[in-house]
């Protein structure tokens, strides 16, 4: 129950208010919302859903699979290379920076797009510096392998 409710928070608090919280603030003190009507504005929509649907299934999977969560201080037991997983090594951060990237496009705001490419930066840093170097000493080999077949950022098909 206790894993349940801290990957509860950290889906739902951290991103949401990384990707929401904040953006409404950026709006909020830069001028509003600007939104696009028809076509452009469906897919950005649909396309911020799907960064929202991916953060959601890896926290599931963390807890499922890994038996942790996503918060660093309870991170997963078992190696996870499943579910999206397999086709990019940050699932989780990937969604969330759609939804960032989709909300610049579709609130026209060049300070969410600042935003979203500082978040990209500081996530990066992060991982290259801390994340990886911790996952090699707790997963040795079997990460190590799946570091050289599964792209860091752009997802692509797992190489079989």
């Given amino acids: 129950m206790k894993n349940i409710l801290v990957t509860a928070l950290a889906t739902m608090l951290v991103p949401g208010v990384a990707v929401l919280v904040i953006p409404y603030l950026i709006l909020q003190a830069t001028g509003g919302m600007i939104e696009p009507q028809g076509l452009l504005g469906v897919v950005l929509i649909a396309l911020a859903l799907l960064g929202a649907g991916m953060v959601v299934w890896v926290s599931v999977t963390f807890v499922a699979k890994g038996r942790g969560t996503p918060v660093p201080i309870q991170p997963p037991q078992n ?31 060049a300070w969410i797009l600042l935003y979203a ?40 098909r797992p190489k079989r």
């Fill in 79 to 109: 190696f996870v290379a499943e579910g999206l997983y397999q086709f990019v090594r940050n699932p989780m951060y990937v969604g969330a920076l759609l939804i960032l990237f989709a909300e610049a496009i579709l609130f026209r705001s």
């Fill in 117 to 156: 490419g500082t978040m990209w930066l500081a996530l990066h840093t992060f991982t290259v510096l801390l994340e990886e170097p911790q996952l090699d000493r707790r997963f040795g080999e079997t990460y190590r392998q799946y570091k050289t077949q599964t792209p860091r950022w752009i997802p692509r």
